[in-house]
């Protein structure tokens, strides 16, 4: 990133994703897909417990950029207290311990997108979205081109804007 540091990182909690910017929004899609998994999987009350808070902060983040400031406080407060029980709260399975550990280890990071309304979001889903032609175009070469057909093309000229030209052709498959 030739030595830029942005302000906010939102990544899943791949440990090369952190400590990338001065805050970080871990993702919360990738720990609900985690909990949903727990919930069929297991019968712990705690996935319940963490599926429930995760629709509270799913809720505020649809919301954050139409709330007053001092709601959006509040609630994040409310939510940090809710997740305070969540994370000191027994675990049976193993499943549920696991999303309750890395959930202790993210908590600073899990409520990031509240400060910066608007402008962080609470998932990273788009960014994998708008790099998956560019990741598919590199292990799969086709007749369209390196990044599949030209609607795909124009969601990678951001990525290749900022990594140079596009490649002439993608790379053959090992």
Same mark, same amino acid.
């Given at each position: 990133m030739d030595g830029h540091r942005p302000a906010v990182w939102l990544s899943d909690r791949y440990s090369a994703? *952190?400590?990338? /910017? @001065?805050?970080? *929004? $871990?993702? +919360?899609?990738? +720990?609900?897909?985690?909990? /949903?998994? &727990?919930l069929e999987a297991g019968d712990d009350i705690l996935a319940l417990r963490l599926k429930l808070w995760l629709d509270a902060a799913f809720a505020l983040a649809r919301?954050?950029? $139409?709330?007053? !400031?001092?709601?959006? /406080?509040?609630?994040?407060?409310? +939510?940090? %207290?809710? +997740?305070? @029980?969540?994370? &000191?709260? !027994? &675990?049976v399975c193993d499943l /549920?311990? @696991?999303? *309750?550990?890395?959930?202790? %280890?993210?908590? @600073?990071q899990l409520l990031t997108f509240a400060s910066f309304p608007g402008q962080v979001e609470a998932t990273n889903n788009a960014c994998e979205r708008d790099l998956r032609p560019a990741?598919?175009? &590199? %292990?799969? !070469? $086709?007749?369209?081109?390196p990044c599949g057909p030209p609607r795909a093309k124009q969601r990678c000229a951001p990525w290749w804007r900022q990594r140079g030209s596009p490649p002439a052709r993608a790379p053959s498959a090992p």
């Open positions: 994703q *952190q400590g990338r /910017a @001065d805050q970080q *929004q $871990t993702c +919360l899609a990738h +720990l609900a897909r985690d909990v /949903a998994y &727990a919301s954050v950029t $139409t709330l007053a !400031p001092s709601t959006v /406080a509040s609630r994040r407060r409310k +939510l940090e %207290r809710s +997740l305070t @029980d969540v994370l &000191a709260a !027994p &675990a /549920a311990r @696991d999303i *309750q550990t890395r959930m202790r %280890r993210a908590r @600073d990741v598919i175009s &590199a %292990r799969t !070469p $086709t007749a369209t081109g």
